[in-house]
Each structure stands twice: as structure tokens, then as C-alpha cells.
């Protein structure tokens, strides 16, 4: 598939919250000043970032040449922002992409903006300050046949084709850095990312989804509970919008146990959806190996996600994505999303 993973900020509490995340996507995060506020056109939250220093990044779980994110992006008035696209391997900038507050143009640079090479130079205004931007940018390393798009609002405003791109040993990358110029606050929202697969379905995703915007949805009520509460009904034990430890839990000990929850709808402005992806934070309390797989039960019938072995000392967020209706094996449709009940299951 190609739509790997995307993350709202819609049920993190603190910065720690998003550096405990499993899989696919992980955060680092050794920032000062970052919070959570109200999200893009008042949908759940946004990531706030008040500090210039380059501690904050995500990590993908893939070392690829080709891959592209997309995520909303509001730079306050005063300040630009810098994204690396890191390989890990070496630890080096492969492509360096500046939104420069100056001038509101953007800049590609080989390697990092203080030492690289300077590949292109777009036109000025090309973005705004002080309101939210889509941005999406999509590197290829390559040594000789490499490529640069980014895209703002759906619009290309630079694009660099038939170049050097590789300025490292390895022709990929797999860490994205997000850093402020001329230090102040950008908020950061509505993040996707997709690598040049042929994804399934109608949408394949293997090309710039455009303008996107994650829908985080929150338990209700009880459709089906086997775990034990910790002091309110089940459903009310896993439904607070920002992660609160132990101070709501279900807990078993017992294999096969399943809890499944009713959800909020989605907004009846939704038409087109990439696919659905289920978070749960979890932990054990004893010496004993557990593990647990998540549950999106669609018609009647139960499809779970990958086992995961649960640590023992602080909680970790484990994510599952399903591009398509396992039910149907058709795209997700809003009246699919809204009929499902989905929840966790005790493996061992």
C-alpha cells in the first residue's frame, strides 16, 4: 500500500505522549515549547512548536529513494521553517526544503541549508504566514536522476528534476526534521505520509493526495465488553480526547477477552476517505508476557490488527491501518466508518 501511516495530534497530552509511539511512524522530540492547541478550522488538536533547535522528527519505518509527505503548516508572522529529509544511516541531510520568512519563497538545497548545495530558488509569496498552509513535499535521492516537488495548497511552486540529489553514501532517507528560522512558533497538523507503491482501492495513493485532513473519532458507548473497568463503564474508561495514564484504564487477564466501542460520526462533509486507523495506549502490570491486537468489527464480524507484545514501565501507543473495509474489501465509505465498532483484544 501506499499511504503508510498519519497522525492527527488530536489525543496527545504532552510532547512524551508523542515520543512513546510504536510502528510505523515515531516521534523525538527534545524540544523546549511544545504544546497542543485548538487543530486546524477547529478540528481537534495541532502541535505547536516555540523553539528553533532541530530536536523535533519523525521517523518513518521505511529507508526508501521515493516517498512524500503532506501536513498543515502555520508559520507565525516573523518566522520561516526548515524540513531536513534525514538518512539515518549516516545521520546526514540528503535534501533540505526552507520556507524562508524573508521573501515567503522556498528553498532546495543538496545536503543542509548551512553547508549543501542550493538547488532552486522558487518565485516570492508563494506562501502565507500567519494562516495555515498544506504542504506537501516529495524528494527522490538519486546521484544523477534525483527530484524535488513541493507542492502548497495544490499548487507546484518548486521543482527541481534531473538532479543530484544524494548527498550521503545511501540513496534514501526515512527521518523528517521540522525546525523554525529565526526562532519562533509554526503549528503543525494533519500529517500523512506515502511512499510510490500502488496502493489499494479506488485511491492508490501513490502520487500527492492534496489538501487532507485527519478525523480523529472517540468512544461513546459499550458495544460488546469483556475487559474490566477500572471504575466507569468501559467505554468511558478509553474516551478522553487527551491521554490520562492510569487514571482510566480496562484491564484483563484472560485470552479472547474483547472489548468493542461505539464511536462519534464522522462530519457528513467527509467524501473521500484514504483509509482508518485505530490508537490505543497500553501496558502491562506484571511480571507475565501480554499481548493484544486491535479490532475493527464491521457487520458483525471481527478483523483485527497486528499482535503486539506489551511493555511493562510506561504506556506505548500502538496504531493499525486498514486502507480498505476488510468487510466489503472495497474503500471506506462515511456510512462504513459510522457502522463499525472497533476496540482491543486480549491475545495472551
Known amino acids: 500500500m501506499a499511504l503508510k501511516v498519519f497522525d492527527g495530534f488530536d489525543h496527545y497530552a504532552a510532547d512524551t505522549d508523542m515520543s512513546s509511539r510504536s510502528g510505523f511512524l515515531q516521534w523525538s522530540n527534545a524540544l523546549a515549547g511544545t504544546s497542543f492547541v485548538t ?26 529513494a521515493s516517498a512524500f509527505v503532506g501536513f498543515a503548516l502555520n508559520i507565525a508572522t516573523g518566522v520561516g521553517a526548515i524540513f531536513n529529509f534525514v538518512d539515518s544511516l549516516s545521520g546526514n541531510a540528503q535534501i533540505t526544503v526552507v520556507f524562508n520568512y524573508l521573501n515567503f519563497s522556498v528553498k532546495i538545497y543538496r545536503g543542509t541549508s548551512l553547508s549543501g ?5 522558487s518565485a516570492n509569496n508563494v506562501w502565507a ?20 516537488t513541493v507542492n502548497v495548497n495544490g499548487q507546484t511552486i518548486a521543482s527541481v528534476t534531473g538532479a543530484n540529489t544524494q548527498a550521503t553514501a545511501n540513496a534514501s532517507w526515512d527521518v523528517l526534521t521540522f525546525t523554525s528560522q529565526n526562532a519562533g512558533t509554526f503549528l503543525l497538523d494533519d500529517l500523512y505520509y506515502a511512499d510510490t507503491t500502488t496502493g489499494a482501492g479506488t485511491y492508490p495513493c501513490d502520487s500527492f493526495l492534496g489538501d487532507s485532513r485527519v478525523d480523529t473519532l472517540f468512544a ?42 461505539t464511536f462519534g460520526a464522522l462530519a ?9 486507523q485505530i490508537t490505543t495506549a497500553q501496558r502491562k502490570d506484571d511480571s507475565s508476557a501480554r499481548s493484544t491486537k486491535s479490532v475493527a468489527k464491521v457487520g458483525g464480524t471481527s478483523y483485527f490488527g497486528a499482535t503486539n507484545s506489551l511493555p511493562n514501565t510506561t504506556y506505548t501507543y500502538f496504531t493499525d491501518l486498514w486502507i480498505l473495509n476488510p468487510n466489503t474489501t472495497a474503500n471506506w465509505t462515511s456510512s462504513d466508518v459510522n457502522g463499525a465498532t472497533y476496540g482491543i483484544n486480549c491475545v495472551a
Not at 39 to 64: C, D, E, I, K, P
Not at 117 to 121: A, E, F, I, K, Q
Request: proline residues 3%; charged residues 10%; aromatic residues 14%.
Open 39 to 64: 487543530g486546524r478550522n477547529g478540528f481537534g488538536l495541532a502541535l505547536s512548536l516555540a523553539n528553533a533547535g532541530t530536536g523535533f522528527s519523525a521517523t518513518f519505518g521505511q529507508r526508501v
Open 220 to 261: 461513546t458507548g459499550n458495544d460488546s465488553v469483556q475487559w474490566t473497568p477500572l471504575a466507569n463503564a468501559n467505554w468511558q474508561e478509553v474516551a478522553s480526547v487527551q491521554f490520562d495514564g492510569d487514571a482510566a484504564y480496562n484491564y484483563t487477564t484472560t485470552p479472547t477477552d474483547q472489548d468493542t466501542y
Open 129 to 148: 504566514s500567519g494562516v495555515y498552509n498544506y504542504i506537501e513535499i516529495w524528494p527522490v535521492i538519486n546521484g544523477s536522476t534525483g527530484s524535488v
Open 117 to 121: 548545495t542550493l538547488l532552486y530558488t
Open 268 to 276: 457528513g462533509t467527509i467524501s473521500l476517505i484514504y483509509g482508518l
